[in-house]
């Protein structure tokens, strides 16, 4: 174990851990939210945080070309990513929620159905974009779109576009990306935060959480409850996609998968369902498995971040903060 690099490097490698945990959580959140309503893990969620971080590339490549972009001009390319980010993420959610979802919540069909749904739409997805070079030649267009299609299956990669310089906080260099990503994390999750417990939408969102038919017989639609759930999920997700582009900036078909686990693992540590659970989860397994990875090396990460949920689930079964949505407080 390498206790000096560990000690010497504490501020870095927490801020970086809490970096990567704010990205967690923002992907945590439609995990939670989706189980808090449904009782039903989503696990196509993973990609739809993909196709956020496609969304983004792909903005950016439309609109900086083969060379790069700075001050205000960058400032409005990556803006314009975001909003392309958030809103691919929530259409994709929503076509899952009605294709392979709302079928089956009508037919009242076993959750194990769901989450098999859930798995097949997952695999779909990410094998379209894995394959995107195929369906645009059906269509003849894989010539027109060779810079968006081509290599379909290796990394895609927006890097030297966006060029931060470090500050230095108190002597301690720290990467301003990483204050960007935490800063925006946080302040999305206490948007979402505020939003359910305080909106109409969102007290409609924890009446069906709480009980489905005696929030419908008070005239809570069920169905457009749900839809803004998921809807919810995705734009959270696109928001995780675009920071986790600014900070990574190489995205791939299969991407969502490890970040997905991870996600899902951070909602389940946190208390699934519950949406302040989704952040402090998230934070807890960005910053343990960084510290673990610079203690016993890099390839440890993911064995740090696993260990501690089994740990703390041993001790803490329904997760740290273990209160569903359907029980929050206004």
């Known amino acids: 174990m390498d206790f000096d690099f560990f000690f010497n490097n504490l501020p870095q490698l927490t801020i970086t851990g809490l970096a990567f945990g704010a990205i967690y959580a923002l992907i945590a959140l439609g995990y939670t939210m989706v189980y808090g309503v449904l009782q039903l ?23 900086t070309g083969s060379g790069g972009a700075s001050g205000m001009q960058l400032v409005g390319i990556l803006l314009l990513a975001l909003v392309m980010s958030m809103l ?9 929620e009605r294709v392979a979802y709302r079928p089956l919540i009508k ?24 394959l995107r070079d195929r369906v645009t030649g059906w269509f003849g267009l894989d010539d027109t779109l060779d ?9 895609a990669s927006m890097s030297g576009v966006v060029n931060m310089p470090n500050v230095d906080i ?35 969102i924890r009446a069906t959480a709480q009980d489905q038919e005696t929030a419908a017989l008070m005239g809570v639609n069920p169905t457009r409850t749900i839809q803004m759930t998921f809807l919810i999920g995705g734009l959270m997700a696109g928001v ?30 946190g208390g699934i369902g519950n949406l302040r659970g989704a952040l402090l989860g998230g934070l807890l ?37 273990g209160e569903s949505l359907g029980k929050a407080r206004a």
């Open 41 to 63: 893990i989503n696990f196509a969620h993973s990609e739809v945080f993909m196709y956020g971080t496609f969304a983004t590339l792909w903005t950016v490549w439309a609109l």
């Open 88 to 96: 691919t993420s929530a259409l994709v959610a929503l076509l899952l």
């Open 107 to 130: 037919r009242n069909a076993p959750r194990l159905i769901a989450l098999i749904s859930a798995i097949g739409a997952s695999f779909v997805l990410a094998e379209l974009m894995g």
């Open 147 to 155: 810079r968006y299609v081509s290599g379909a299956r290796i990394n």
């Open 170 to 204: 108190f002597g301690i260099p720290v990467k301003t990306v990483d204050l960007l990503v935490i800063g925006a994390a946080l302040l999305m999750m206490v948007v979402v935060d505020q939003f359910v417990r305080r909106s109409k939408l969102g007290r409609g």
């Open 240 to 269: 995780a996609a675009f920071l986790y582009m600014l900070k990574i900036e190489v995205t791939k078909f299969d991407v969502g998968f490890l970040l997905g686990v991870k996600a899902f693992a951070a909602a389940v540590l």
């Open 285 to 321: 397994l960005g910053v343990a498995e960084n510290w673990g990875a610079a203690l016993i090396g890099t390839e440890w990460r993911h064995v740090v971040a696993f260990v501690l949920l089994v740990v703390i689930l041993l001790f803490r079964p329904t997760g740290l903060l």
